[in-house]
């Protein structure tokens, strides 16, 4: 079965506003509450920054660091994103 991706004008990020979403970028995973997206960068709030992430069957990431404050990541650094755990 294939899934299809409907063309829209919203970028594909932005239906998953609200929610907690890991950014896979160049470097680094985030993860954190999406609150805001633009044509250049993304939101992050509450986020962390992942340097390991064990079992991808585990509820939690082995190695997650709280970052201090709201974070933003520009879009051209992020190769994946979605709702992971």
């Known amino acids: ?3 299809l991706i409907e063309e829209t004008t919203e970028n594909p990020i932005e239906s998953l506003m609200g929610k907690t979403v ?3 970028c160049v470097n680094y995973f985030y993860t954190g509450k ?5 044509d ?3 939101l992050l709030e509450n ?3 992942v340097y390991e992430t064990g079992s ?6 082995q190695d997650a660091q709280r970052l201090p404050n709201e974070i933003y990541i520009m879009l051209s650094a992020i190769e994946s ?3 992971m755990k």
Do not use: H, Q, Y
Not at 34 to 38: C, E, F, M, Y
Not at 56 to 61: I, L, T, V
């Open 1 to 3: 079965m294939k899934k």
């Open 22 to 24: 890991t950014l896979f």
């Open 34 to 38: 999406l609150t805001g997206v633009n």
């Open 40 to 42: 250049a960068c993304v």
């Open 47 to 49: 986020p962390s920054i």
């Open 56 to 61: 991808w069957a585990d509820e939690r990431w």
């Open 81 to 83: 994103f979605g709702v």
